[in-house]
Structure formats: structure tokens, C-alpha cells
């Protein structure tokens, strides 16, 4: 049988762009692509990208003031949320267009339309068009999650949060994940006063408890207003903001109310149920180390998989989904030792395992060092940054690192190398200290603070 196309994506955010571009660009497959929103997805439009760049602007206050401590006369001026927000919208549309001619040179049709799957080797578009195609690519990635309470449509979610017409005064940021945590430090930075709300014991739960900790106690000196253990019974209208009733039986009134509380796969409505697709518990599509679904012919990339939501993820399977399927190279992702960064005010940089999680694993040794570094200490700051390895007590490799301080994202990321080529304690003994920087003290560090 003829096919339309070789090869369907459906969705253009990450995982679906570079599989779609490299099974066109580099296989020479008939690709077709069919995305409903704008393409790039949640890392380019509504995540990462925009998150990354608020960040940025959110720091520019700390920056001054250490600029006076070092001299500078300086003095604090406003920001203007609509200068940054027009030249947001401006950088995003330029992404778009990059993702656009990437696909187009590549030779990939886009269809910008929703599209469902009508059969195995069949799909819709919203417009009526169908097309046959022998295989089809799930990459629909993901969409916030709220849960069900009374006022719950005057919160909003992180979909919302880069269009605001205007910044508010008082914000509560429901959640304790990545992006609570980063759009609480975020708006905290811009001069926004923050009340963060989480149902657990302390924010950011996975991560390392000691990392976690001092990531906490920095937001909470910052000024971010932490309750922990708390969550939001239900939100009210009033004259003169939202009034969030919480179940620690005390009221408080906010101007915006942001809900981060975890995101779902987006697979409502696309056609799985009728394939005979069993979804898992979070509506994710199960698929085996080759992204391949149930349906022999239907594959499935990124957050709409459930297995690591990020978007680095998302590429390396659709990779290896395009190479495997047009590439005659069977190649699978390996999802450990996969490093991320919390893009919190102080940054968190991880990768492996926790001390809890090695510690349940085999006996372990700790190497930890807190201390203010040169920078912000000259300015006068009691910042204080963490470096943290986990190592095996019997292979002595070093099964995880933990930073918090600036750029963390940037360090954890060339400590990953060396984790994931399996360095022992000894090779980052025997490596030499790069003077005078935070992250020496990852090679400096000679005793443990712990035997567990
Ligand atoms: P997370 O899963 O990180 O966090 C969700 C938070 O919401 C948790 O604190 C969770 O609590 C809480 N929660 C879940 N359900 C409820 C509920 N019904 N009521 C109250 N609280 C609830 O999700 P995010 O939305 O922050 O981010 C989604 C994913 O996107 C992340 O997991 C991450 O993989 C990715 N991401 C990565 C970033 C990065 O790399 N820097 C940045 C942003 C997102 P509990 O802990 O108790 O379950």
C-alpha cells in the first residue's frame, strides 16, 4: 500500500520537530507535521524559553545593589512589565519562525491544524483533510494541571502567566514543583510580594532534602512567604482581589493566584481510546524503550510519555525514534542519570541520586561544603551556596551532585559528564581546582561530612 506520508507527527514542540526533521532531513522519509498552536511548543512558547528570560529580569534587582556594594553609583529605576512583555512576544515569534524554516528546510509539510488518529496508519485534521501515513508520532507534550475546587478559573496556570497585562502586588503560588518554585523566586524578584502555598512537608520534593532545604531557606529570605503543609480550600471574588480560604483555617487576599500543581499528558481527544490504546493512570501513552506504542505502527516522544519532562528528553527520544524507524539504527535513550536545573533564586543543579535515595540504595559517603562565595559576600550578602557528592562507599563512583548557587545550571551540567562516564570520588580528588571559582570546591572537598 502507498502511504501519504512515511511518517505523521503530531504536535511541534520539541520531541516532534526534531524527529519530524530528522526523519525528513537526514532519512529522506515523507514527513507531514500537524501542530494546533503556535509551533515550538511549551519549551519555546510557554515555558523554558519565556520562563528562562523572566529569570533573567527577575535578577536585575539583585545585580544593582550589588553593583553599588562594588562601587557603582547606581540608582533603582522601575520595570515596566509591558517594555519586557512586547519584547518577549517579539523573541518568541523570532523562535517560531527559526522552528518554521528549520522544518521547511528539512522538507517537513506542516499542517497547522489539531489532528486526530482515525486508524492506525490514518489521520484527521480539524479541517476534514485526512491523510494515510505508515507511521504516526505522538508528541503532544503535556498541559497544566488544577485541581477541582470551588474558584478554581480565577487562578491561573503558567500557560497565562507571560501575558499578563500587568504585574500584580500580591501573588500566591499554589504547588511546590519546578515551576511553583521558579515563578514564585520569579515574580518575588520583580518586586511582587509572594506567598507560596505547598501540601507537603518542604518544596521541590524528589530532590535532595538537604538541597531542597537550602534552596527554602533562601526563597524564604528573599522575602518569598513559604507555608508548607497548607493547601488551598477554595478561592473567592472580592472588591478588592482573590481571597484564598486555606485549610490551615486562615484567609489571605491576593491580586493573582497562580496554580503550579503538576501537568498531565495531552492525549484527551486524540483518537487512542479508539485504537484500542490502554492509556496509564496520568493519561500517558505507554511505550517501550523505542517510544513504541501497543499499536506496532504508533510511536510516542516526550511529556505526553510520562517518563522525564524535560524538554532535553523530549529531543534525545524523538532522535532516536526517527533513527531507529527511517534510519535503519536502532537506538533507545537512556533516561539515567539525566541532570536538571531548578531555575529557582538560588539555582538548583542535580543529577543522580539524592543522599536519601543512595542511602536506600547501598552505603554511601557524603561530601558537603556550605559557604558564601566571594561575590556576594564582598557585597556585603549572607547567600550561601552548596556543593554536594554522593559517592558509593564500595565502587567509590559518584552516584549524584547537588548544587545550589549561581549558575548552578551551568556547573551540574559538566559534572554530569563526568558522573555519567562513571568518575570515581578519586577522579574528581585527582582533578585539578580551578582558582578562585565555587565549583573548585567540588574537587576540594577530601572529608566526608557523613558515612550513611
Ligand atoms: P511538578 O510535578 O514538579 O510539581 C507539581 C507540584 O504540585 C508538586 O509540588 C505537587 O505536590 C503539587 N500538586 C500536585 N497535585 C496537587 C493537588 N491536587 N493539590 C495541591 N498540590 C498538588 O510539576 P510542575 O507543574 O512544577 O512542572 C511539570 C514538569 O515540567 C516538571 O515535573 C518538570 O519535569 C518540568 N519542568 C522542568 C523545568 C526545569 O527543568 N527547570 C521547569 C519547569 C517544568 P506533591 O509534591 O505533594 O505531589
Not at 13 to 35: C, F, I, K, N
Not at 135 to 150: E, M
Not at 196 to 216: C, M, N, P, S, T
Not at 372 to 381: D, I, Y
Request: aromatic share 8%.
Amino acid at each position: 500500500m502507498t502511504f501519504d506520508y512515511d511518517l505523521f507527527v503530531i504536535g511541534g514542540g520539541s520531541g516532534g520537530v526534531r524527529a519530524a526533521r530528522v526523519a525528513s532531513g537526514d532519512w529522506g522519509a515523507r514527513v507531514g507535521l500537524a501542530e494546533e498552536s503556535r509551533m515550538g511548543g511549551t519549551c519555546v512558547i510557554r515555558g523554558c524559553v519565556p520562563k528562562k528570560l523572566m529569570v533573567f529580569a527577575s535578577a536585575f534587582p539583585e545585580a544593582i545593589a550589588e553593583a553599588r556594594a562594588y562601587g557603582w553609583s547606581v540608582t533603582d529605576g522601575a520595570f515596566d512589565w509591558t517594555v519586557f512583555r512586547t519584547r518577549l512576544e517579539a523573541e518568541l515569534d523570532r523562535l517560531e519562525a527559526a522552528y518554521r524554516t528549520t522544518l521547511k528546510t528539512a522538507g517537513v509539510i506542516v499542517h497547522d491544524s489539531r489532528a486526530t488518529i482515525v486508524d492506525p496508519h490514518r489521520v484527521r485534521l480539524a479541517t476534514g483533510e485526512e491523510f494515510t501515513t505508515r507511521h504516526i508520532l505522538v508528541a503532544t507534550g503535556g498541559w497544566p494541571f488544577v485541581p477541582d475546587i470551588p474558584g478554581k478559573d480565577l487562578a491561573i496556570t503558567s500557560n497565562e502567566i507571560f501575558h499578563l497585562p500587568a504585574l500584580p502586588k500580591r501573588a500566591l503560588v499554589v504547588g511546590g514543583g519546578y515551576i511553583a518554585s521558579e515563578f514564585a523566586c520569579i515574580l518575588n524578584g520583580l518586586g511582587v510580594a509572594v506567598s507560596q502555598y505547598y501540601r507537603g512537608a518542604q518544596i521541590l520534593r524528589g530532590f535532595d532534602d538537604e538541597a531542597r532545604g537550602h534552596v527554602a531557606n533562601a526563597m524564604q529570605a528573599r522575602g518569598i512567604d513559604i507555608h508548607c503543609g497548607t493547601d488551598i480550600l477554595r478561592l473567592e471574588q472580592t472588591a478588592t482581589g482573590i481571597r484564598a480560604v486555606v485549610t490551615d483555617g486562615t484567609e489571605a487576599e491576593f491580586d493573582l493566584v497562580l496554580y503550579a500543581t503538576g501537568r498531565r499528558p495531552n492525549t484527551a481527544g486524540l483518537g487512542l481510546e479508539a485504537l484500542g490504546l490502554e492509556l496509564g493512570r496520568s493519561g500517558e501513552i505507554p511505550v517501550d524503550a523505542y517510544s513504541q506504542t501497543a499499536v506496532p505502527s504508533v510511536f510516542a516522544v516526550g511529556d505526553v510519555t510520562g517518563r522525564i519532562n524535560l524538554t532535553p528528553v523530549a529531543i534525545r527520544e524523538g532522535h532516536a525514534f526517527a533513527d531507529t524507524v527511517f534510519g535503519a539504527k536502532p537506538t533507545t535513550f537512556d533516561h539515567e542519570l539525566v541532570a536538571s536545573a531548578v531555575f529557582t533564586q538560588p539555582e538548583m543543579g542535580s543529577v543522580g541520586l539524592s543522599e536519601e535515595a543512595a542511602k536506600a540504595q547501598e552505603p554511601i559517603e557524603i561530601y558537603a561544603t556550605s559557604f558564601r562565595p566571594m561575590k556576594t559576600l564582598f557585597a556585603g550578602k549572607q547567600d550561601r551556596v552548596l556543593m554536594k557528592l554522593i559517592v558509593a562507599q564500595a565502587s567509590r563512583k559518584v552516584l549524584g551532585c547537588h548544587i545550589v548557587a549561581p549558575e548552578a545550571g551551568e556547573m551540574i551540567q559538566l559534572a554530569a559528564i563526568a558522573i555519567r562516564m562513571g568518575a570515581t570520588k578519586e577522579d574528581f580528588d585527582r582533578t585539578c581546582a580551578v582558582h578562585p571559582t565555587m565549583a573548585e570546591e567540588l574537587v576540594t572537598m577530601r572529608k566526608p561530612a557523613r558515612i550513611a
